[in-house]
Nanobody, 122 residues
Framework: QVRLVEFGGGSVHAGGSLTLSCAAS????????MSWFRQFPGKERERVAC????????YYANSVKGRFTISHDNTQNALFLQMYSLKLEDTAIYFC???????????????WGQGTQVTVSS
């Protein structure tokens, strides 16, 4: 079983940067892909970025493309999301997620972290 814990949320001014981290523990050798989602108040979770861990192929939502970078470190079992040029509308709870079964799409995870709040202010 894989467990995910996010770190690094907080408050930042618009235009600033923030990096989120996600530590994976447990049966991490089964992980096929990892991703970041976010959730606005009263809304469904939406995809932000995902990465295929064995190929480093990354995918991004159009809303963050060019501003966010997803990466992972297999030696540390860690996932990162570097966020630049943050906007007010990036304010949300950010969730780390993972897929540990073959054949499941990157943006259809079954393992979730507890989430971390990111607040962008003017």
């Amino acid at each position: 079983q894989v467990r995910l814990v996010e770190f690094g949320g907080g408050s930042v001014h618009a235009g600033g940067s923030l990096t989120l981290s996600c530590a994976a523990s447990g049966d991490t050798y089964n992980i096929r892909s990892m991703s970041w989602f976010r959730q606005f108040p009263g809304k469904e979770r939406e995809r932000v970025a995902c990465i295929i861990t064995r190929t480093d192929t990354a995918y991004y939502a159009n809303s963050v493309k060019g501003r966010f970078t997803i990466s992972h470190d297999n030696t540390q079992n860690a996932l990162f999301l570097q966020m630049y040029s943050l906007k007010l509308e990036d304010t949300a709870i950010y969730f780390c997620a993972a897929v540990d079964v073959p054949g499941r799409p990157c943006f259809d995870p079954i393992i979730w972290g507890q989430g971390t709040q990111v607040t962008v202010s003017s």
